[in-house]
């Protein structure tokens, strides 16, 4: 990373201020090549900008950050100019007649890693971070950006390297004076991590929850009331609602921020036996989306008769919500014999408080915890299980062949070390920084 690279680090379009970034050996040379200057470091200067044939671009701000103490870990420079597009251009233009490459999305992030100024959790914080959208998702972030969840890795690979000392001394040095129970004296701390890391991949759920969001579905018999439901959570006609059965055929999916938490409500087709493959089609999508969510609303119309409602019934879980739905018409045998369920009624709000607050109370009692989570990705699952899988053979192997145990005691730091990208290979670094908008 040898080269200069720039980026527009604001929102494209007309905006009353638009900052350009610069990182790379040359960015001293562009600062003084486009202000005429030399400026000091880590001040902001007000200072005219012109291009190469001295041509006015703007009056902007201008800092510049001499490596390592900036972003990137090398020389680096900000552009504040006016946000106007003409002007975006012209700097752009600027800057690329001066020889500079545009940023590949991440790369300013990637070369911070690379310079040690971030590992790879907080590099990935960065970019949850910036597209967070709830309070619990920006806390979350917050806390990976500042190191949190690369403690908690460290912490285990720190104590699984303390247990491989004592199995490598075992095997390199037999004739030594040592004691003889070195690999038994291995056996206790490996078990407490190994709780250690099967209780977190338990738990796991929890930090990628709040990144990606709380997936709750609407289920129930066709004319159920899911949609009207849908609506009147989200506060918007969100989904079309009519009296024909059936008019759902494809998920309907609204965004929420409920609790500070990102939760994404999905309306679905009413669950029953069809002979048209549309309807059927939905069907089988609805299925599949309730199957996946993490909590189900199991919508029963009240006013029926007729036990349609009992159609979903393989779908629920002991932990989700029953709805008695059309709670304000007259209950029929469907209401009397759906006992314990929730009255709620769209039409007249009756219910909906007590339905919010329930939903709330599942969303918190899943997402809510008093020690930051050990997986916010599912790279960071699929790590933890391999240390998890290579520890058990570990403990397995280790009166017999202790040679063998040190070997996955040795994989399974490994693995953790990837979490941080300690140890990581270069495909993998590809696939994170990809996902990095432009400028960061």
């Known amino acids: 990373m040898s080269d200069t690279i720039f980026a527009l680090a604001t929102a494209p379009g007309r905006s009353a201020v638009a900052v350009v970034r610069v990182s790379g050996p040359g960015s001293g040379k562009v600062v003084e090549a486009i202000t005429g200057k030399k400026l000091k470091a880590r001040k902001a200067s007000l200072r005219t900008l012109c291009d190469v044939a001295g041509g006015v671009i703007d009056e902007a701000l201008v800092l510049w950050f001499e490596g390592p103490a900036s972003y990137t870990g ?15 251009e ?15 999305p991440g790369e300013f992030t990637r070369r911070a890693f690379e310079r040690g100024k971030l590992d790879l959790a907080q590099a990935e914080g960065v970019a949850d971070l910036i597209d967070a959208q709830t309070k619990a998702q920006a806390k979350q972030a917050l806390a990976q950006l500042g190191g949190a ?19 490598e001394a075992n095997v390199d040095f037999p004739d030594e004076d040592l004691p003889s129970d070195l690999a038994d004296k291995a056996s206790p701390p490996l ?26 579905a609407l289920i129930g018999a066709p004319n159920a009331g899911k ?3 849908l609506n009147a959570l989200a506060g ?14 494809d998920v309907v999916e609204v965004p929420m921020d409920i609790a500070g938490y990102r939760a994404l409500l999905a309306d679905t087709a009413g669950i029953r036996a069809s002979d048209d493959p549309i309807e059927q089609e939905g069907v089988r999508r609805a299925r599949a989306w309730a199957e996946d ?24 879980k002991p932990t989700d919500i029953p709805i008695l739905a059309k709670a304000d018409l007259p209950i029929g045998a469907d209401g009397e014999a759906a006992a314990g369920a929730l009255p709620v009624s769209a039409a007249t709000g009756e219910g909906m408080l007590a339905l919010r607050e329930a939903i709330e109370g599942k969303i918190i009692a899943a997402l809510a915890g008093s020690e930051f989570p050990a997986v916010t990705r599912a790279r960071h699952a699929a790590l ?8 058990t053979r570990a403990l397995v192997a280790l009166r017999q062949s202790p040679e063998l145990a040190a070997e996955d005691v040795r994989l399974a730091a490994r693995a953790l070390g990837r979490v941080t990208g300690r140890i990581d290979p270069e495909d993998v670094l590809d696939q994170v920084f990809a996902k990095f908008c432009i400028g960061k």
């Open 74 to 88: 090398e020389d680096a420079a900000e552009f504040h100019i006016h946000g106007g597009p003409a002007v975006i």
């Open 236 to 249: 918007r006609d969100a989904a079309i609602v009519t009296d024909i059965a059936g008019t759902t055929r």
């Open 227 to 229: 949609s009207s439901l």
């Open 384 to 391: 933890l299980k391999d240390a998890l899988s290579h520890l």
């Open 149 to 167: 969840l690369s403690e908690r890795h460290e912490a285990w690979r720190s104590r699984l390297i303390e247990a491989l000392a004592l199995l």
């Open 90 to 104: 012209s700097l752009t233009d600027a800057l690329l007649a001066l020889g500079l490459r545009p940023a590949d």
């Open 191 to 216: 078990k407490a991590l190994i709780a250690d890391l099967d209780a977190a991949v338990l738990e796991g759920d929890r930090g990628r929850l709040v990144r990606e969001g709380f997936r709750i």
């Open 293 to 316: 969510a993490d909590l189900r609303l199991w919508v029963i119309d009240g006013s029926a008769s007729g036990e349609a409602w009992r159609e979903a019934m393989d779908l629920t």
